[in-house]
Structure formats: C-alpha cells, structure tokens
C-alpha cells in the first residue's frame, strides 16, 4: 500500500513536554524573545526556533513547573507561572475575534428562537452555546438538532462552549449572547477551529460564576 504523502498531511512537530509528534493543529508555538522570555506565538509567526507544546492547559502547566522550555531550548528560559492562563486569554480572543468576523459575514444566528429556525431549515454547521448558559436552553437545542437529524435535514453538528456570554457577547457588541449558530458557508471553518481549539485545551471555570439565562 502507498504511504500517504507526508507533504500533503502537513508538517509535525514533537511536543517538548510529552515528546510524542503530532501535526500543528494539536499543539501551541511559544518562542523565546531577546530577554529569553517564553512568549506563546499561536499565529505561528514570530520569528525565532519554535518550542511546541501540546495544546491543553495541562502540558503548559506542565512545561512551565518542569523547566520543559529552558531544556528544549538549550539555554535559559523564563516562564511565567501565569502563562497557562495568559495562552487562555488569547486563544479566547482569538475565538471571540473569529466569531465577530462570522456575523460580518452574514454567517452567524444569535438568540434561541433564530437558531431553532436555522436548525430546521438544515443550514447549522455548529451550535455555539455559551459556557454559563441556563441547561434548559442548551437541552431544547440539542434535542431540535437531534430531531433535524432524524428527519435528514442535518448530519451531525458539534456542540461548542468554550466562551463565556460576556465574551460571545463583546464580540458580538451586544449584551450577553447565550446561544449562536454558525451558518454553513466558506468562513464557518475558521471560526469552528479556534472555537475547538479553545475547548480542547481546556479553561478555568470562573469563581462564583452566576449562570446566564
């Protein structure tokens, strides 16, 4: 059997914390700026060798306590304790910015009673719920998703909530934004990806969190 070729699977790189390879989709840049600062470049454009870490909060916590940047580099790194938290904020804003850029382009429903009509007329690419969103709302959808499917207007939509309703909200520029949906189209696919992204690396839960409605 042929191999796949390795040029169109896309380049790999080894996480420094795990050493196991994987493709870029899995794992977060951080690069080292000129006072040997540990700076995390998810744009993959800054210059300088790249130190690439598996991207869950885990391995970033990880790689900070145990000096993983300082031995992958080969020289002295600082890592701020709080770098697992700040790689958060801005895969949140970078999830938060690509929502924006949805509803620019015409491709973002907001509010329960829009995306239950785009569930049904089959044009849903991802139902988008926000992290402290009432279970009730967010039960009520799924099942319309689930119905959709059933009847073959959809296949299967994933379920996001890796922000906050705040967050969805300020990006939105409105107020608290509980439930969207990602229309099918061109611009959809970026906007899943750092949503997914942001969702697999996993977010601390807020203390004291009220839970929108």
């Known amino acids: 059997m042929k191999k796949p070729d390795a040029a169109l699977e896309g380049p790999e790189r080894r996480c420094i914390v795990t050493g196991e ?3 870029k989709d899995g794992l977060i840049r951080f690069v080292l700026d000129p006072e040997g600062r540990v700076v995390p470049d998810l744009a993959e454009k800054l210059p300088g060798r790249g130190l ?9 916590e990880k790689a900070v306590l145990k000096g993983h940047f300082a031995k992958a580099a080969r020289a002295p790194a600082i890592a701020d304790p709080g770098l ?4 958060e904020r801005l895969m949140a804003r970078r999830a938060a ?3 924006g850029l949805a509803r620019k382009a015409g491709a973002l429903e907001t509010g329960f009673e829009k995306v239950m009509t785009v569930i049904g007329k089959g044009r849903v690419a991802c139902l988008v719920e926000a992290r402290d969103g009432a279970e009730d709302g967010r039960r009520k959808l799924e099942q319309r998703l689930r119905v959709a499917k059933e009847q073959g207007i959809l296949g299967d939509v994933p379920v996001l909530s890796p922000l906050w309703a705040d967050e969805m909200g300020l990006a939105l520029g409105r107020g608290n934004v509980i439930h969207a949906a990602l229309i099918k189209g061109a611009i959809q696919a970026k906007a899943m990806a750092e949503l997914a992204r942001l969702a697999r ?3 601390k839960d807020r203390p004291e969190t009220a ?3």
């Open 211 to 213: 839970r929108a409605v």
């Open 201 to 203: 690396y996993g977010r």
């Open 84 to 87: 697992a938290d700040l790689v």
């Open 97 to 99: 910015d690509a929502l």
């Open 21 to 23: 390879s994987g493709g």
């Open 52 to 60: 690439w870490v598996t991207a869950t909060r885990e391995k970033v």
